[in-house]
Nanobody
Framework: QVQLVQSGGGSVQTRGPLRLSCAVSGYFYSLYCLGWLRKAPGKERDGVAAIDNIDSTSYADSVKGRFTISRDDAKKTLYLQMNSLKPEDTAMYYC??????????????????????WGKGTLVTVFS
């Protein structure tokens, strides 16, 4: 099986940077797609960024140009570099992985269907 262990997160001032990591254990090379999602208080869970097994990426419009998703297959780790953070980025962030043939775009739009494995979440708080 696959387990996702998240690290990073915390509190940061507006316009500051933060990096999230997600270490994958188990059948890493069986995964088609990895991604990040977030859930803010009172809001639905939304896809933030996703990357598939041919390194195609997809981003939510709200984070394009500020966030970068990447994967290090040798370390079996997924990253989310977040720059120019805004208070509205405050949320619980989850990494997720799919063992189904899934594109980054599909994973971003339909994470509940596409993703099979989930991290426990890490809180990101952006204060002004």
């Amino acid at each position: 099986q696959v387990q996702l262990v998240q690290s990073g997160g915390g509190s940061v001032q507006t316009r500051g940077p933060l990096r999230l990591s997600c270490a994958v254990s188990g059948y890493f090379y069986s995964l088609y797609c990895l991604g990040w999602l977030r859930k803010a208080p009172g809001k639905e869970r939304d896809g933030v960024a996703a990357i598939d097994n041919i390194d195609s990426t997809s981003y939510a419009d709200s984070v394009k140009g500020r966030f970068t998703i990447s994967r290090d297959d040798a370390k079996k780790t997924l990253y989310l570099q977040m720059n120019s953070l805004k208070p509205e980025d405050t949320a619980m962030y989850y990494c997720a992985a799919s063992s189904k043939s899934t594109t980054a775009s599909q994973a971003l739009v339909w994470p509940g269907v596409a993703m099979d494995y989930w991290g426990k979440g890490t809180l990101v708080t952006v204060f002004s």
